[in-house]
């Protein structure tokens, strides 16, 4: 009976364990150490060829881009961008099949061969197609008339020897076009409106250990030359939000520098180039902070992809276990979930992540699929929290982010959400106590400062009375004995 028993113990354990592994959502706590939570989202439903009424499947898909209720896939290997439309229905349905664009003359060829990305600007409506294996990136209309044709620069700084395959492109509301190319590592190849290259933009800050200075510095010229160069490192992916930030994400980094912040992995680049993504969380929004190696898969977290929802909430998207990491504007991680498998809201190789309001898209380009994901009313209630702060309803804030502690109980940001909204209140006292439960220490200290100062101002008449008094009463008490001397010595 007890060894009956035992076994139906390890049992559930074992089946707890493999539901995580499976996917369940979760955070982390201050220490680190993994919280589970209710489900942020669910699978709406997983979307093939035959499912868009395609007459070949998706082979290789490498991008997704989303504009209003519009789906772009970019299906590399067929040389092909597909449009689709999400309905009210939370349905695809599709418009669209592009394998050329116009003719013209600025074009020799105007099919495409190996697109990996699109994208199509709010402003003025025209598209960037990354047509990488002609190696250029082509700007049209949105009827696909060739306004300019941007290849690899004519320029000292670029190295012609290296052959030039666009592969990632944005641009920003001034027409200004941001590519990522292979091969190249200075950060984005930037071209002005009219064509014009522009530079480099985003390089990334390059990490030379003493070790490596020591060596090179004593080291021949043959050496050196064997050495690995000390340049930075090139982008993978990038996003670019509605304020014209970009996003952009790296896998080029050593794993020991993650948890101290001298990596990023995810970077939000101002006009300058330079990284200013607030870091403010438990740990640097870096994905997983408990690598292992469960099922042979070992290592950190490596973004594929990143996008940007309209209350500046970032989604990230783990290649090395296929989970989704969301994080706030201040750096704190709201849940992660999914995995890597071939079930419903799992993923073989996780390659590009998109939105349309809260709905979440993400396309594996070994499976050739496409997973619609829905938020719960769980997480529906996180990002409302999250906007009503944002906009400065903080009653409204903190009643909601007590709606979410009723689904969790354990969740560190409901209690700190809380916390920041009674301290936008002026409620210092009780600021203080939420972040103390969760050993905020930083929003602590300044809800102590406001407290502190407001009690200061509530009771300055009697810190007053009282030093008065204690200034008073022993000058009195001497007087008073100075007097009773002089006296009893007449």
């Known amino acids: 009976m007890k060894k009956r028993l035992l076994i139906m113990i390890t049992g559930l354990l074992a089946l707890s364990a493999g539901l995580f592994a499976k996917g369940e959502t979760y955070s982390y706590d201050y ?17 093939y060829a035959p499912d868009l009424g395609l007459d070949k499947a998706l082979k290789n898909p ?36 592009i394998d050329h664009v116009n003719p013209s003359p600025l074009l020799e060829d105007n099919y495409f061969a190996a697109p990996k990305d699109i994208f199509v600007s709010k402003t003025d409506g025209c598209i960037y ?3 990488t294996d002609n190696g250029r990136v082509i700007k049209t209309d949105a009827d696909l008339n060739v306004i300019m044709v941007l290849r690899e620069p004519d320029d000292p700084t670029y190295d012609p020897s290296k052959s ?10 001034k027409g200004r076009v941001y590519i990522l190319s292979k091969n190249v590592n ?9 064509g014009t290259f522009a530079g480099y933009y985003g390089a990334t800050k390059v990490i030379v250990s003493a070790a490596q200075r020591f060596w090179k510095k004593f080291s021949t010229e043959a050496q050196k030359a064997r050495m690995q160069l000390f340049v930075p490192t090139e982008y993978s992916n990038c996003y670019i939000d509605n304020e014209g930030f970009i996003y952009a994400v790296t896998h080029s980094f050593e794993e020991w520098d993650l948890l101290s912040g001298k990596a ?21 929004p870096i994905g997983d902070l408990q690598w292992g190696n469960a099922g042979g898969v070992k290592g950190p977290s490596w973004m594929a992809d990143i996008t940007v929802l309209d209350d500046e909430i970032y989604i990230g998207l783990d290649e090395t276990r296929g989970r989704i990491f969301a994080y706030n504007n201040q750096g704190y991680l709201l849940f992660a979930f999914g995995g890597r498998g071939n079930i419903d809201g799992f993923f073989r190789k996780p390659a590009s992540i998109e939105h349309i309001g809260k709905d979440l898209f993400v396309l594996d380009s070994l499976n050739c699929s496409i997973t619609v994901f829905t938020p719960t009313t769980y997480g529906n209630l996180i990002y409302q929290a999250t906007e009503e702060f944002q906009i400065g309803e903080y009653d409204a804030s903190a009643e909601t982010w007590a709606k979410v502690l009723e689904h969790n109980g354990n969740y560190d940001l409901a209690y700190i959400g809380l916390g920041k909204s009674y301290l936008r209140q002026k409620k210092y006292k009780e600021a203080m106590d939420y972040f103390k439960l969760k050993r905020d220490r930083r929003d602590y200290s300044k809800a102590f400062k ?9 009771n300055f008449a009697w810190i007053v009375i009282v030093l008065v008094t204690a200034v008073l009463i022993p000058l009195i008490v001497r007087i008073v004995k100075r007097v009773r001397w002089e006296i009893s010595t007449l």
Do not use: C
């Not at 789906?71 to 689709?84: A, C, M, P």
């Not at 200075?186 to 009219?194: I, Q, S, T, V």
């Not at 406001?450 to 509530?458: G, I, L, P, S």
């Open 186 to 194: 200075k950060g984005f190849l930037k071209y002005e409106y009219d």
């Open 31 to 47: 220490w680190d150490d993994i919280e589970k939570s209710p489900d942020a989202y669910r699978v709406s439903h997983m979307v």
């Open 450 to 458: 406001y407290y502190r100062k407001e009690w200061v101002e509530k």
């Open 62 to 97: 490498s991008s997704l881009f989303a504009i209003d209720n519009y789906l772009y896939v970019v299906d590399t290997d067929n040389n092909r961008i597909i449009k689709l439309e999400y309905t009210s229905k939370k349905t695809l349905e599709l418009l669209q099949v």
């Open 164 to 173: 030039y395959y666009p592969t990632k492109v944005v641009a920003d509301d």
């Open 129 to 131: 197609i990354a047509d």
């Open 264 to 284: 990023s992995p995810i970077r939000r680049l101002n006009a300058l180039g330079n990284d200013i993504l607030v870091t403010l969380g438990y740990e640097y």
